[in-house]
């Protein structure tokens, strides 16, 4: 089963970029890379999810290397309200109905 | 649409009682599972089912149960609790998806549950 590794926390700044890696060196062949958000007291929402290449949507890109081993979530634009817990995940349903097991996820701090 | 539910949101236990978990959802999903998150922490697996009467195992299943007699419900029960069972929990359900795309996991607003 593909683990993933995130960084524990980061820091940034309302109106500037942020870009999450997450590292995946086992990812299997029918794997996809999912990413979800967490607010405290609530549960996780889930935010963009690839296969290959780059996935954006009205929130997100990701940025998925040609080998797979790794992804970077884009936030562009940060505000105070994107202060959460971001996780990547791996995995598959379709074929493998695949435990999907979370990291200890990304904490975004926000500043003003 | 209700998406999924959980039920109670807050629950208070004694060591040595038990208790059932509820969890309902209403998007015709095949595959459910239950997580608990510690402070601080990310969420660990306990339960997963992929469809009505299977279940399986994740990576923290002791002292938990599960049966799947229905494709809306999954209710996990905490047989006899112990202080090391306060958690969140939280319950979470997706569709199989396809051979093309994989559908994402989506999760209830959790129920906190202390054990004393």
């Known amino acids: 089963l593909a683990k993933t590794t995130q960084p524990i926390s980061m820091d940034s700044y309302e109106g500037q970029e942020v870009n999450i890696t997450c590292s995946h060196n086992?990812?299997?062949?029918?794997?996809?890379i999912t990413w979800y958000q967490q607010f405290p007291s609530q549960g996780p929402r889930f935010i963009i999810q690839g296969y290959k290449t780059k996935v954006t949507n009205e929130v997100a890109s990701l940025f998925i290397p040609a080998d797979r081993k790794s992804s970077t979530l884009s936030l562009p634009r940060v505000s105070l309200s994107d202060t959460a817990v971001y996780y990547c995940?791996?995995?598959?349903?379709?074929?493998?109905?695949?435990?999907?097991?979370f990291g200890s996820g990304t904490k975004l701090n926000v500043k003003p | 649409n209700a998406g999924v539910t959980q039920t109670p949101k807050f629950q208070v236990l004694k060591t040595g009682q038990s208790m059932t978990l509820q969890c309902a959802q209403d998007?015709?999903?095949?595959?459910m599972s239950w997580y608990r998150q510690d402070p601080g922490m990310g969420l660990r697996l306990i339960h997963y089912?992929?469809?009505?009467?299977?279940?399986d195992q994740g990576e923290v299943p002791n002292g938990y149960n599960v049966s799947r007699s229905t494709t809306e419900d999954f209710p996990l029960r905490l047989l006899s609790a112990a202080p090391s069972q306060t958690s969140v929990y939280f319950c979470a359900s997706s569709s199989r998806g396809g051979d093309s795309y994989n559908s994402p996991l989506h999760f209830g607003n959790g129920t906190r549950l202390t054990v004393t």
């Open positions: 089912s992929v469809g009505a009467g299977i279940t």
């Open positions: 086992n990812i299997a062949t029918n794997d996809y």
């Open positions: 995940l791996v995995g598959d349903i379709y074929y493998n109905f695949n435990k999907f097991y």
């Open positions: 998007m015709n999903h095949e595959y």
